[in-house]
């Protein structure tokens, strides 16, 4: 199979790799692609390596496709992460998307030691440097995460589309115009299936704390409408309920569906739950599983 023949998919399931450890993972995986949804995306933070994790992943499934959102380039270079996409392929008959992103300051130089460069122009010399050489650099399943426009246009010119995060419909919808028709636009929404509105807004805000502090999302935030004041304590009722979901299962479908109607290719949902009751994550991930569908 051609590598750009892949089918993305429309369902996808986006979880942090950390929050499991290696036995959990191979239940999650497995249950997932049971579910009948497409794709799972992971992260790379403090703990698993990215490359590792997805080879491992891979070989606990066989018809799953897998996600990195994101590998850091900060982490490996050009040329490892070229050569680890084809290698991860190869061995699992065209099932995996390398998803590249700057993360963050704290991330890469606090954690990694390295220095932070503009992120636009270090995510272009990458790419660059990935391609170089490559008559099939075209074929090379990479997209990157994207929140502004400049990212957003990069992503449109040396990549097959973009993983933002964080986002509303009305960020996807932006995000569509900038990249154009036919590049991969996978969307991931936060949900939390909870009929009692106070608990859903204390998860929400647990869950979203971590990334309150970090400019690149509160930057995109306030480019899409929101104030600074919404963004304080914790975030405004507003704010929480645009970036998680909550309620009831109609809720979260409609939810899903402007995110479609904005323009994603897919969407990619992360279940909002209590720390650690892993279970409760697997029962919304029930609810909303392809298989299911009438």
């Given at each position: 199979?051609?590598?750009?023949?892949?089918?993305l998919?429309?369902?996808?399931?986006?979880?942090?790799?950390?929050?499991?450890?290696?036995?959990?993972?191979?239940?999650?995986?497995?249950?997932?692609?049971?579910?009948?949804?497409?794709?799972q995306?992971?992260?790379?933070?403090?703990?698993?390596?990215?490359?590792?994790?997805?080879?491992?992943?891979?070989?606990q499934?066989?018809?799953?496709?897998?996600?990195?959102?994101?590998?850091?380039?900060?982490?490996r270079?050009?040329?490892?992460?070229?050569?680890?996409?084809?290698?991860?392929n190869?061995?699992?008959?065209?099932?995996?998307?390398?998803?590249?992103?700057?993360?963050?300051?704290?991330?890469?130089?606090?954690?990694?030691?390295?220095?932070?460069?503009?992120?636009?122009?270090?995510?272009?010399?990458?790419?660059?440097?990935?391609?170089?050489?490559?008559?099939?650099?075209?074929?090379?399943?990479?997209?990157?995460?994207?929140?502004?426009?400049?990212?957003?246009?990069?992503?449109a010119?040396?990549?097959?589309?973009?993983?933002?995060?964080?986002?509303t419909?009305?960020?996807t919808?932006?995000?569509?115009?900038?990249?154009?028709?036919?590049?991969?636009?996978?969307?991931?929404?936060?949900?939390?299936?909870?009929?009692?509105?106070?608990?859903?807004?204390?998860?929400a805000?647990?869950?979203?704390?971590?990334?309150?502090?970090?400019?690149?999302?509160?930057?995109?935030w306030?480019r899409?409408?929101?104030?600074?004041?919404?963004?304080?304590?914790?975030?405004?009722?507003?704010f929480?309920?645009?970036?998680?979901?909550?309620?009831?299962?109609?809720t979260?479908?409609?939810?899903?569906?402007e995110?479609f109607?904005?323009?994603?290719?897919?969407?990619?949902?992360?279940?909002?739950?209590?720390?650690?009751?892993?279970?409760?994550?697997?029962?919304?991930?029930?609810?909303?599983?392809?298989?299911?569908?009438?």
């Amino acid at each position: 199979m051609e590598l750009r023949q892949m089918e993305l998919g429309r369902m996808g399931v986006w979880y942090a790799a950390d929050k499991l450890e290696p036995a959990q993972w191979i239940d999650w995986i497995t249950t997932v692609e049971r579910f009948g949804y497409d794709m799972q995306w992971y992260s790379e933070a403090t703990g698993f390596e990215s490359m590792a994790l997805g080879s491992f992943l891979l070989c606990q499934t066989t018809r799953l496709k897998l996600g990195s959102s994101i590998a850091n380039i900060y982490a490996r270079d050009a040329i490892a992460s070229r050569n680890g996409t084809k290698t991860l392929n190869r061995i699992s008959n065209n099932r995996y998307v390398l998803g590249l992103g700057v993360s963050h300051v704290p991330l890469v130089e606090r954690f990694r030691g390295h220095q932070y460069g503009r992120p636009v122009a270090t995510m272009r010399s990458y790419l660059e440097q990935m391609r170089a050489g490559q008559d099939d650099a075209d074929s090379l399943p990479v997209v990157i995460a994207a929140l502004g426009p400049r990212m957003l246009e990069l992503a449109a010119e040396l990549t097959w589309g973009a993983i933002p995060y964080n986002v509303t419909p009305e960020h996807t919808a932006h995000a569509r115009s900038i990249l154009g028709p036919d590049k991969w636009l996978v969307v991931e929404q936060k949900i939390c299936l909870e009929p009692d509105a106070g608990k859903a807004l204390e998860l929400a805000r647990n869950e979203l704390s971590r990334y309150m502090v970090l400019p690149n999302y509160r930057n995109n935030w306030l480019r899409h409408g929101f104030t600074e004041a919404e963004l304080q304590d914790g975030g405004s009722e507003r704010f929480l309920n645009a970036i998680v979901v909550c309620g009831s299962q109609a809720t979260i479908e409609a939810r899903l569906q402007e995110h479609f109607d904005a323009g994603a290719t897919q969407v990619c949902i992360q279940p909002v739950h209590p720390q650690g009751d892993v279970e409760r994550a697997k029962a919304m991930l029930e609810a909303f599983a392809p298989s299911h569908a009438s």
